[in-house]
């Protein structure tokens, strides 16, 4: 699926999908690049995009200055199946981006409902 821009289009027609929500503590300097790169058509979703049962991604940012992904996947076996097949890219683009971050923490993965 090609990733859809904003307006929460990652869960329009998702329900029983799973999102995957991830929280990053970005640091000042890098929130440029890192809103681009975490963006609904940035890298992360263009990468995402190589794999069957990608939905999209969406991006928020608290008023703290923190910010929350919401990656859309038709099932958890879609994302492993993508993993196994793209891990390498997936491991590159998330060590070129972790100098972005004072923390990063996995939220967890949860059911679409509606």
Known sequence: ??????????????????????????????????????APTGAWAQLFARGDGYHGTELFRAEDGSYLTLDVWRSRADFDAFLNAHGADYEALDRSTESWTAAEHRIGEYEVMG
């Open 1 to 38: 699926m090609t990733p859809e821009a904003g307006n929460l289009r990652a869960l329009h027609g998702a329900k029983g999908m799973i999102a995957l929500v991830w929280r990053y503590e970005v640091l000042e300097d890098a929130r440029a690049a890192f809103e681009a790169t975490y």
